[in-house]
């Protein structure tokens, strides 16, 4: 069975470490918010100039006046600070971001990712996704693994205006955890109920695992 939007959060979230700072983008990965393990000190960073970003607002707790990148209501940790967009890209650009999670459209086997564009669609501008994906060493992309078409988004070759080159090595879908290198996709865990083969066939770039692949634990 496919993986709902809040799993593919939850999953991502078990790749955090204590002490990290974090970057999540628009849409899935702002998710990842909700799922810090718990006695685990995450500071999420936003690019309009938040660091220090908390879960989804209740009713009770919303504040208007704070937003994440995409303009949706957030709250702030202990500890939090706010600065401009200035100061906010030089951390990212200087390489001060221990992980940036990113949604994408494609993802190929050499790395490439297109992020910000779809031809003949009104699109309101690429924001950060190309200082992230430049600046910081460790990006999981999350996406669906297909289009609601039944389209792969794994190519052996992205289609759409590349967001960067070479910068994606790891990709989580709603079917599969998937590591990129050597120029192929690499088969780690596979979402519960979804076989191998299932996989393969959404897959159009080379897909390889070893073994028994298994399934991820929630």
């Given amino acids: 069975m496919a993986l709902s939007r809040e799993q593919i959060a939850q999953r991502v979230s ?3 470490q204590d002490g990290y700072y974090v970057n999540l983008g628009i849409g899935i990965p702002t998710l990842v918010a909700n799922y810090i393990p718990e006695n685990m000190e995450v500071m999420l960073q936003s690019e309009n100039g938040l660091l220090g970003m908390g879960q989804y607002p209740t009713e009770e707790t919303i504040d208007a006046d704070l937003i994440n990148a995409g303009k949706q209501t957030v709250t702030i940790v202990k500890g939090a600070s706010f600065f401009d967009s200035a100061e906010s890209f030089a951390m990212i650009r200087g390489g001060h971001v221990d ?3 990113l949604g994408a459209f494609e993802v190929d086997t050499n790395g490439n990712i297109a992020s910000y564009m779809i031809p003949g669609k009104l699109i309101k501008g690429m924001g950060g996704a190309m200082d992230l994906v430049a600046g910081a060493d460790n990006i ?5 693994h297909a289009s609601k078409h039944g389209e792969s988004k794994l ?3 992205c289609t759409l205006p590349l967001t960067g080159k ?7 879908t709603d ?3 998937i590591e990129i290198k050597e120029g ?3 088969l780690l865990e596979r979402a519960p109920g979804v076989s191998v083969e299932e996989i393969i066939k959404l897959t159009d770039g080379e897909l390889v695992f070893k073994g028994d692949v298994p399934e991820m634990q929630f």
Avoid at 140 to 144: A, E, L
Avoid at 166 to 172: H, N, P, Q, T
């Fill in 99 to 101: 992980l940036t999670v």
């Fill in 140 to 144: 999981i992309v999350t996406m669906t």
């Fill in 184 to 186: 192929k996709f690499h």
């Fill in 175 to 177: 079917l599969a955890f």
């Fill in 155 to 157: 190519l052996t070759n």
């Fill in 14 to 16: 078990q790749e955090l």
């Fill in 166 to 172: 070479g910068s994606i090595k790891k990709v989580l």
